[in-house]
């Protein structure tokens, strides 16, 4: 029996709810498809532009990295900061300077300081003095940063940036490296130009000098031996002293933290702030490296440290001397055949000293195998307790021409002659065989300042140092007497002032005194002042003159001249012409003021200096009353240094003389 089928019904619809479903979901994926097609648009566009940037900045360093090569490659160039070019040195900050951090390259001097030298890329030929010019533009090369080529060798371009802006040039050191010290200090930003790539492209770069900077991480190292022990043993002379600087005293506290520190970035676990860190962005690095060359010669250095470890019977024979068969010390270097045939093509050739040298690198020893000199100092140093000393070592043939080297194996070390002074003065006496005149004297007083250049005290045996103090053979000087507006005497008829023959008294030679008869004690880096200890009144009594520690304003040495004997109304002067002197008209500059306060005691302020034009380097101060006499003024000359004018109160004795020698000593240091 056949069965019929169902007569249930189906829903209607169904197909077309699916249809318009899948068309809606085909609508939303075509929108969203749409959508991310913009996106991808622009992220293929930033990423084309990011690559083209980087592929800019790789090009740039390889360009700073050529240019470095190029510029510092040969060892005899040298760099340097345009921050040299500061315009006023008396303050802390760079002045008149807009790019101070721009790096420049130089020529060594690259001969002989007394010979002429040929800049190696066909420059002129210079002397040395050629190069002490503003910015030593002579020897100037190039800037060592992306700049226009106009601006490359312009050693004036980092002193102001006409027209630079943010569309051609860029900030390559800016907030990111020194923090709010850019805000604080803005010309420590530092700006390169933008050097145009292609159509679109731009790339700037600029080299900073590490070389420059003090390392971090040879700061404070641990110790394990005593102060006295570790300067004997030559201990690690590397350290630098950042913990010195604000905010860096834990690489003080803590000395296992200066070789934790591989970037300057790893300060800031060291607990120094960053912004600290960033102060001193030019300041500090840790990736500072070195090669040991002369940039006179181009070459690499030796070390001489094993060579000089030697005692004297095992070094070569190069470098071994033999007393009673050498005749000369021996080289640092082979002699040439123009020096042994003593006809050289360049005359006064400074060469290192070979005894010198070695004998210096071995002073950290308790003995030495160091011949006496003539003064008998010993070749290394002497302790006293911990603190060490050292003797005064000199040649006693020094300065005698066509003498043979007298074997002096040792290191020779004195103080250091830093200043010759010469007071000029005039005074007057009572004359002796005319009652009512007054003897007029010119008169002049030598004062050395001596400087212990070392890092430990030096003492001076007493009279073991002589000195020439005669005035005319150091600067020699003349001058002109006048009676009111007449020419008395002619600078021929005066003759130099010094010399012998024109003088009561004269000193030309001294011998360096403690006073007490003990050894002359310098204290390490001290100057002190020596000069004559009494009035000369005599030949006699200038010939025994000694050179004392400190300074008497009232004591008269050297010489004393006797320009005549006159009353005040012949109103007497002197015209004194220095070795260069110009020709000036006829002074009227008067000693009437000095025979005027001798008789009345008049006011030493109102007293008329003499005519300093015709001194280089000379000036005249009036000075209190004396005794036995009256000082008119005080005319110095400083060896190197313009006449700087001292003014002295009337107080003698070896107190007032050791307090003026503390005094100039500060002013000199």
């Known amino acids: 029996m056949k069965r019929s089928a169902s007569n249930s019904s189906q829903p209607k619809g169904f197909a077309l709810v699916v249809t318009l479903t899948m068309m809606i979901l085909l609508t939303v994926l075509a929108v969203g498809l749409l959508s991310l097609s913009p996106v991808a648009l622009r992220t293929v566009g930033h990423d084309a532009a990011l690559a083209e940037a980087r592929a800019n900045a790789r090009l740039a360093l390889m360009l700073a990295l050529g240019e470095l090569q190029k510029e510092m490659g040969p060892d005899m160039r040298v760099s340097a900061e345009a921050a040299l070019f500061d315009q006023n040195k008396e303050t802390d900050a760079i002045e008149g300077v807009a790019q101070p951090h721009w790096l420049a390259s130089y020529h060594s001097w690259g001969n002989w300081l007394n010979a002429d030298y040929a800049l190696p890329d066909g420059g002129s030929t210079l002397k040395i003095q050629d190069t002490y010019d503003a910015r030593r533009s002579k020897m100037f090369r190039h800037w060592l940063l992306s700049l226009p080529a106009d601006m490359n060798a312009d050693d004036k371009a980092p002193l102001a940036l006409t027209g630079w802006n943010d569309t051609n040039s860029v900030v390559l050191v800016g907030e990111g490296s020194l923090g709010d010290n850019a805000q604080h200090h803005p010309d420590q930003v530092t700006r390169a130009y933008l ?84 102060e001193h962005f030019f300041d500090l690095t840790a990736h500072s490296q070195g090669v040991i060359t002369s940039v006179r010669t181009g070459q690499l250095k030796k070390d001489l440290s094993l060579l000089f470890e030697k005692p004297n019977s095992n070094l070569p024979s190069p470098y071994r001397f033999t ?249 007497p002067g002197v ?9 000036h008209p006829a002074p009227r500059r008067s000693l009437r003021h000095l025979l005027r306060t001798h008789v009345d005691g008049g006011n030493a302020e109102d007293r008329l200096p003499l005519r300093p034009a015709l001194l280089p380097r000379i000036g005249f101060q009036p000075v209190r009353k004396g005794h036995g006499g009256t000082v008119l003024g005080i005319a110095e000359r400083s060896a190197g240094h313009p006449g700087g004018l001292r003014r002295h109160a009337d107080q003698p004795g070896l107190a007032r003389r050791r307090q003026v020698e503390q005094q100039t000593a500060r002013r000199n240091v």
Not at 356 to 368: A, C, E, P, T
């Open 195 to 278: 050097i145009p790539i292609g159509k679109t492209g731009k790339q700037a770069w600029w080299i900073g000098p590490e070389n420059h900077k003090a390392k971090i991480n040879l700061a404070k190292k641990p110790r394990t031996l005593a102060s006295d022990a570790w300067e004997a043993a030559q201990g690690d002379t590397a350290e630098v002293g950042v913990g010195a600087l604000s905010g860096f005293d834990p690489l003080d506290s803590n000395a296992t933290l200066a070789d934790k520190l591989i970037t300057p970035n790893s300060l800031r676990p060291a607990k120094v702030a960053a912004d600290r860190v960033r």
């Open 323 to 571: 007393p009673g068969s050498d005749i000369r010390e021996p080289s640092i270097r082979p002699m040439t055949a123009e020096l042994q045939a003593k006809n050289p093509t360049i005359a006064n050739r400074q060469f290192a000293s070979w005894t010198n040298m070695r004998h210096f690198y071995r002073m950290y020893r308790s003995g030495s195998d160091a011949t006496l000199g003539g003064t008998h100092g010993a070749g290394s140093l002497n302790w006293a307790g911990s603190k060490p000393w050292t003797d005064y070592v000199a040649s006693t043939s020094l300065g005698t021409w066509g003498s043979t080297w007298d074997g002096s194996n040792n290191y020779w070390r004195s103080p250091i002659l830093a200043k010759i002074t010469f007071i000029y003065s005039l005074i007057s006496e009572p004359s002796a065989t005319q009652p009512g005149k007054y003897d007029c004297f010119h008169v002049y007083s030598p004062v050395f300042t001596l400087w212990n250049p070392y890092n430990t005290e030096m003492r001076v045996p007493d009279g073991k140092i002589q000195y020439l103090t005669s005035a005319y053979k150091v600067w020699p000087n003349t001058g002109e007497f006048w009676l009111g507006n007449t020419l008395s005497k002619t600078a021929d008829q005066m003759g130099a002032f010094g010399q012998f023959g024109y003088s009561q008294g004269i000193v030309t030679q001294s011998f360096l005194r403690s006073g007490n008869g003990h050894d002359i004690v310098f204290a390490p880096g001290e100057f002190r002042v020596f000069s004559l200890a009494a009035r000369i009144s005599d030949g006699t009594g200038a010939a025994a003159a000694d050179l004392v520690p400190g300074f008497d304003p009232q004591a008269i040495g050297g010489e004393k001249k006797l320009y005549g004997t006159y009353r005040q109304q012949d109103n």
């Open 575 to 583: 015209n004194l012409r220095g070795p260069n002197h110009r020709s």
